[in-house]
C-alpha cells in the first residue's frame, strides 16, 4: 500500500498539470505498458485522475496528498523527494512525530517496518536533517513537517479506500501506517478476509456476551486478534463507564500480557488510561469513571463464577 519509486516517480512527472501517455513516456523514458499499469495503480490510489482514452491523459487529483506533494516540491528538489516519500522511509515519517522523540521500537511497531530497515531509513533521513534525535528518540523536525503530513495524509487516503471496499457506508475510526479501524452497521462475521472483528463486539469470545448497539468495529490487517488487542482497539473506539467496567472484568478473568498492553497502548495513544486500569486492578482507588468494586465483582460472579486475586491484575 505504500508508494513505490516508479509510482512516485511517475507521480512527480505529474505535478505540471494534464499529460498524455506519450508526453509521460518522453519524459519518464518509461515504456506505455509499464506506465499504463502505474498510472491505473495511482488511480486506485486516488492520486490521480485518468481521462480519455485516444490519447489518454493523467493529471493530479485534488486531495490533501497531492496538495502537500505540490508543497513539498516547492522546498525539496525532485530527485531527494523521491528517496524521501516511497517505500519504508514513508512508512517511518508516518510513524515519527514532529519534534516530539519517540523511542525506535514505538517507531518500528507503529511503522510495520523490521529493525534493520527502520535503522536504515532513520540514518538516511539524519544525514539529510530530516530526522532528529534527542532523549534516546527520533523525532521529524519542524521544517520538514510538510513531509510527515503528506505520509499521514496518503496513508488516511488509502486506509479510507480500503474501508469503502469493505463497505461504502463505513466509516475510518482510526488510520495507521497500512492498518486501520473502521466502523459499520454491516456485520459481516468475525472474520471478512483480512478484516478482524474487534472491540466490545469481540469480549463474547472471552465470556463476556454484550448487546450489540447495531454498530460493529473492524481491524484490518489480521487474521486473528489477541485478547491485548481488542481491549486496545475497544479503549482506542472510545469508552464510557459501562465499557470501561467490562475491559476490567474481562482483564481480571483472563491472564494477559502487561509488557504487551503496554506497548499497544502506546501505540494507539491510550497509554494514560492503560496506566489507570492497571492501577486499579493492583487495588489503588479511582473515581468515576471506574466502577466501583462492588460492580466489579458483581460482573465477575455472574459470569465466571468470581474472579482470583481480589481484585490483584493476572498478567501471563
Known amino acids: 500500500m505504500t508508494l513505490t519509486k516508479a509510482e512516485l516517480r511517475v507521480l512527480l512527472a505529474i505535478t505540471s498539470g494534464s499529460i498524455t501517455l506519450k508526453e509521460l513516456a518522453r519524459k519518464t523514458n518509461l515504456s506505455k505498458s509499464t506506465l499504463s499499469i502505474i498510472l491505473h495503480s495511482l488511480e486506485r490510489k486516488g492520486l490521480i485522475n485518468i481521462e480519455g482514452k485516444r490519447p489518454l491523459k493523467a493529471k493530479l487529483a485534488d486531495n490533501k496528498p497531492t496538495q502537500l506533494l505540490r508543497k513539498i516540491l516547492l522546498m525539496l528538489p525532485k530527485n531527494r523527494t523521491l528517496k524521501i516519500l516511497s517505500g519504508s522511509s514513508l512508512k517511518v515519517l508516518s510513524a515519527l512525530k514532529v519534534e516530539e522523540p519517540q523511542p525506535t521500537w514505538l517507531v ?11 535503522h536504515r531509513v532513520l540514518n538516511e533521513l539524519m544525514e539529510m536533517l530530516i530526522v532528529g534525535k534527542k532523549k534516546g528518540g527520533y523525532f521529524v523536525s519542524e521544517r520538514f513537517s510538510a513531509l510527515k503530513d503528506f ?7 488509502q486506509n479510507s479506500i480500503r474501508a469503502k471496499e469493505f463497505n461504502e457506508k463505513a466509516v475510518l475510526i482510526w488510520s495507521g501506517v497500512e492498518e486501520l479501524i473502521l466502523a459499520t452497521e454491516t456485520f459481516k462475521g468475525k472474520c471478512f478476509g483480512d478484516f478482524q472483528l474487534t472491540g466490545l463486539a469481540r469480549f463474547s469470545d472471552y465470556g463476556l456476551p454484550l448487546i450489540s448497539s447495531g454498530v460493529y468495529h473492524y481491524y484490518w490487517p489480521a487474521k486473528e486478534l489477541n485478547l491485548e488487542e481488542i481491549v486496545i482497539h475497544a479503549l482506542k473506539m472510545g469508552y464510557d463507564a459501562r465499557e470501561l467496567l467490562y475491559v476490567i472484568v474481562l482483564l481480571k478473568a483472563h491472564p494477559f500480557s502487561e509488557e504487551r498492553l503496554k506497548r499497544l497502548a502506546a501505540k ?3 497509554s494514560h488510561l492503560v496506566e489507570d486500569i492497571l492501577k486499579f486492578l493492583r487495588g489503588e482507588a479511582k473515581f468515576y469513571p471506574f466502577p466501583s468494586r462492588e460492580e466489579v465483582e458483581e460482573l465477575c460472579k455472574r459470569y465466571f463464577g468470581g474472579c482470583e486475586g481480589d481484585n490483584e491484575g493476572k498478567t501471563g
Do not use: I, R, S
Request: net charge negative; no cysteine.
Open 108 to 118: 518500528q511497531l507503529k511503522a510495520n517496518v523490521g529493525k534493520a530497515t527502520l
Open 151 to 157: 505520509a499521514d495524509e496518503y496513508f488516511y487516503l
Open 268 to 270: 494507539f495513544e491510550v
